[in-house]
């Protein structure tokens, strides 16, 4: 006992198939690029304007909070010492 198989094939052709991505990324970004541009005003050099502002802002924060709390220990430190 056993088995034969026999398969036939209409044609002897090979089909290959590929795909290509639609956007690359350099297209998708340009593509986001342009709409903030346009819907928003923004480009990246505008959110990175931002960035900049919002870090020297809360920099300048930071420092007065410092500040404010070592000149406190200084004259707690003074009125001790004199009292």
């Known amino acids: 006992r056993y088995l034969e198989l026999r398969i036939f094939f209409e044609q002897m052709l090979l089909t290959n198939i590929t795909?290509?991505?639609l956007y690359t990324r350099d297209v998708l970004l340009g593509i986001l690029g342009g709409n903030m541009g346009l819907f928003l005003g923004a480009s990246?050099?505008?959110l990175f304007e931002?960035?900049?502002?919002?870090?020297?802002c809360l920099k300048r924060v930071v420092h007065y909070i410092r500040n404010s709390s070592d000149e406190g220990k200084?004259?707690?430190e003074i009125n001790s010492?004199?009292?």
Do not use: K, M, Q, R
Not at 50 to 56: I, S, Y
């Open 19 to 21: 795909y290509d991505p």
């Open 44 to 46: 990246l050099i505008t």
């Open 50 to 56: 931002v960035g900049e502002f919002v870090f020297f």
């Open 74 to 76: 200084g004259s707690d």
């Open 81 to 83: 010492a004199t009292g």
